[in-house]
C-alpha cells in the first residue's frame, strides 16, 4: 500500500523557518517524481514545488521561488521541504503527492494527509 | 491568479449526465488532470493524460480536450460523487504546473 506521511508543520512567526518532511513507502520511491501541493484554509489546490526521481529537474511556483527549497533523500524514502522567510499567506496545509512519471508529469496519483503550517505572529 | 478556469459550481441529478470545464491557453499543448476532494480529505486523481482513469476509479468518469478546454464527464452520477473538482496541467511556461480554480459538484 502506497502512503505518504507528511511531517513538520506547525505555527511559527512570520520571517521564520521550518522544514517539513515526507516519509514514503509502499513504492520504488526512488523511481518517481515527488512534489508539494498547498491548499489555504477554504481555498483551492496550489502547487507548490516537484522534484524528479534523481533530483536533477527541481521546480518551484514563483510565490515561493527564492524562500523555498525542495530536496529528497532516495536512500531515506524522503521528501522535504525547507522554507524560509515565511509569510501570513504561506499559510496552509501542505500536502505531499506522488507523480506518476519519474520525470514529472503533472499527474499526482497519490497524496498524504498534509501537515499544517500556520504563519501568525 | 491561476491560469485554468473552471466554474465555481455545478449542479446535476441523481443519474444524470454532468461535464465540468477547465479552460486555459496551455491546454492546447498539454493534457489535463483531473482531481476529486471531498470535504477534510486528500484529493484523488480520477483521470490524467489524453483520457486515462487510475486503478479504481469508476468508468462513469472520462476526460476530454477540445482547443483550449478540458471537459471531466461524469455520466450518470452517483450520490457519493458530490465533492470540489480541480483540473491541473503546466502552466502557459510550460515549466510549472498549475491547479485549475476548482468546480464544487452537487448531486441532487
Known amino acids: 500500500e502506497v502512503q505518504l506521511v507528511e511531517s513538520g508543520g506547525g505555527l511559527v512567526q512570520p520571517g521564520r523557518s521550518l522544514r517539513l518532511s515526507c516519509a514514503a513507502s509502499?513504492?520504488?520511491?526512488?523511481?518517481?517524481?515527488i512534489h508539494w501541493v498547498r491548499q489555504a484554509p477554504g481555498k483551492g489546490l496550489e502547487w507548490v514545488s516537484g522534484?524528479?526521481?534523481?533530483?536533477?529537474?527541481?521546480g518551484y511556483a514563483d510565490s515561493v521561488k527564492g524562500r523555498f527549497t525542495i530536496s529528497r533523500d532516495n536512500a531515506k524514502n524522503s521528501l522535504y521541504l525547507q522554507m524560509t522567510s515565511l509569510r501570513a499567506e504561506d499559510t496552509a496545509l501542505y500536502y505531499c503527492?506522488?507523480?506518476?512519471?519519474?520525470?514529472?508529469?503533472?499527474?499526482?496519483?497519490?497524496w498524504g494527509q498534509g501537515t499544517l503550517v500556520t504563519v501568525s505572529s | 491568479s491561476s491560469e485554468l478556469t473552471q466554474d465555481p459550481a455545478v449542479s446535476v441529478a441523481l443519474g444524470q449526465t454532468v461535464r465540468i470545464t477547465c479552460q486555459g491557453d496551455?491546454?492546447?499543448?498539454?493534457?489535463a488532470s483531473w482531481y476529486q476532494q471531498k470535504p477534510g480529505q486528500a484529493p484523488v486523481l480520477v483521470i490524467y493524460?489524453?483520457?486515462n482513469r487510475p486503478s479504481g476509479i469508476p468508468d462513469r468518469f472520462s476526460g476530454s480536450t477540445s482547443g483550449n478546454t478540458a471537459s471531466l464527464t461524469i455520466t450518470g452520477a452517483q450520490a457519493q460523487d458530490e465533492a470540489d473538482y480541480y483540473c491541473?496541467?503546466?502552466?502557459?511556461?510550460?515549466?510549472?504546473?498549475?491547479f485549475g480554480t476548482g468546480t464544487k459538484v452537487t448531486v441532487l
Open positions: 522534484i524528479s526521481w534523481n533530483s536533477g529537474t527541481i
Open positions: 509502499g513504492f520504488t520511491f526512488d523511481d518517481y517524481a
Open positions: 503527492a506522488k507523480d506518476i512519471n519519474y520525470d514529472s508529469s503533472g499527474s499526482f496519483d497519490y
Open positions: 491541473n496541467s503546466r502552466d502557459s511556461s510550460g515549466n510549472h504546473y498549475v
Open positions: 493524460g489524453k483520457n
Open positions: 496551455s491546454l492546447r499543448s498539454y493534457y
